[in-house]
């Protein structure tokens, strides 16, 4: 059985800082893919399903000269420890896409 995604997912390793329950200290993170409903983040801590985070994306150029920033709020679906490592990959749901990253994510395919 295929599983049906609402939205593509763009393989992509964007750093990421993640401000879990409204905290002001970053959790450090990478992603490993990106759509419009949300992102997998490999980042080292446990975070609870249903926690609401903040997530700053830093997207570099594409000379990777310059950087810009996106923010979005999101849910974590999951987290679960990747073997052999200390990191966890979890799943975040957007709560809402950000405006411009639909832009981003269609400039990654040409």
């Known amino acids: 059985m295929q599983e049906q995604r609402q939205h593509q997912r763009h393989l992509i390793s964007w750093r990421v800082a993640i401000f879990a329950n409204l905290s002001n200290t970053p959790v450090p993170g990478k992603t490993q893919e990106v759509s419009l409903g ?15 985070c903040k997530l700053l994306f830093e997207i570099p150029s594409s000379d990777y000269k310059s950087r810009s920033y996106l923010e979005a709020e999101a849910t974590v679906i999951y987290s679960s420890l990747v073997g052999g490592t200390t990191e966890y990959r979890t799943g975040f749901k957007f709560k809402q ?14």
């Open 38 to 52: 949300g992102a997998g983040i490999f980042q080292p801590l446990n975070l609870a399903p249903g926690m609401s």
């Open 97 to 110: 896409a950000p405006p411009q990253l639909q832009d981003i994510l269609n400039s990654l395919n040409h």
